[in-house]
């Protein structure tokens, strides 16, 4: 494949989601439905209530389609390029029924916390069952240690993996912009990783999510026009974590990931400190919204952010490359 190609699925995600998500928009508009923001989050974020979501719907639809176009063009419809696009669409699916029931039954929280792991168990399980079908063995690589056979905990793994890196991109996604910038920071990462394996299956996915980013960015970018939802966010993550287990660089999420694992960690510790001592660590978690409630504006953190995960997207590439 020459690199110049990629920018035909880079231009194809990209136009569909531009061209698309004003209709989506002006439909929500039109039904006067929108985001419910939650009564504990930033006082400030109340003005975003109302505001349409579930665009993460129309930038996954845009990467299905784009995906599957250009694999048949250069004959990369592998298992692993199902794989992914498999998880994309069950992780969306969940994320679009939690949207779902708050949008249209007008609830502030959808699908409760055991419905969600339930469908994202079964997506790692299958997953798993197709990876072992396709003969990938059951090791993980560690830096400066080498293979580790895990055996069956490998599948333990993976699920672990899947589900948590789902959430973590869920969690993050709090202010106008963050994901979708984060988005295409890690993508184009793992882009580069599968490429430099001539895992072009893999590749023209990374770019074709890119394209979907980018032309969602213009209507996310503060202030937002739409939200991505749970069906963005979730699906997102789940296919950073299947993308870094198809290219047997698991680790590698955990540098190019930082600000979600950070994200995450940040919840952990506050609801931990909470309920152990009465305190809390952060004047808000996720940590996003403890850097908003201390003077930050939401693009100050969307840019320090970013920049974070350039530089350890950068510091991952050179480990690997150089």
């Known amino acids: 494949m020459n690199y110049t190609e990629l920018f035909i699925p880079l231009s194809l995600g990209f136009a569909f989601v531009l061209m698309v ?8 508009k039109m039904k006067k439905m929108g985001q419910a923001i939650r009564e504990e989050g930033p006082e400030a974020h109340l003005a975003k209530s109302g505001t349409p979501t579930m665009g993460g719907a129309v930038f996954l639809f845009s990467i299905v389609l784009t995906s599957i176009i250009t694999g048949i063009w250069k004959n990369e419809l592998t298992a692993s390029f199902w794989s992914v696009l498999f998880i994309l ?3 969306g699916l969940l994320g679009f029924l939690d949207d779902f029931i708050k949008v249209f039954k007008k609830r502030n929280l959808g699908l409760n916390s055991k419905q969600k ?11 798993y069952v197709i990876m072992k079908s396709e003969g990938i063995d059951d090791s993980l690589f560690i830096p400066f240690i080498g293979e580790v056979n895990l055996g ?15 959430n973590a991109v869920n969690l993050t ?15 184009g990462t ?11 299956d893999i590749v023209l996915i990374c770019i074709a999510t890119i394209g979907a980013l980018i032309g969602f960015f213009v209507y996310n970018k503060k202030p937002a026009k739409i939200f991505m ?16 287990i198809l290219l047997h660089q698991e680790w590698t999420l955990l540098l190019i990931g930082l600000v979600y694992v950070l994200e995450t960690a ?11 001592t009465g305190k809390r660590i952060f004047k808000m978690s996720p940590i996003h919204h403890h850097f908003e409630l201390s003077g930050w504006s939401e693009w100050k953190i969307d840019i320090v952010f970013w920049i974070v995960g350039l530089v350890m997207s950068g510091i991952t590439l050179g480990i690997l490359y150089l």
């Open 21 to 28: 998500m004003p209709l989506f928009i002006g439909y929500f």
């Open 89 to 91: 669409g069950l992780y």
């Open 117 to 127: 792991l339930i469908g994202q168990i079964i997506g790692g399980v299958i997953l």
């Open 152 to 166: 069956v905990i490998y599948g333990a793994f993976a699920i672990f993996w899947l589900v948590g890196f789902s």
């Open 173 to 187: 996604d709090g202010i106008d912009g963050l994901v979708s910038g984060l988005g295409m920071i890690s993508f």
């Open 190 to 200: 793992y882009a580069i990783i599968a490429w430099n394996q001539a895992q072009y």
């Open 229 to 244: 939802g749970d069906v963005g966010s979730l699906a997102l993550g789940g296919m950073l974590a299947a993308i870094s």
């Open 266 to 276: 940040s919840v952990i510790l506050q609801v931990g400190s909470f309920k152990l």
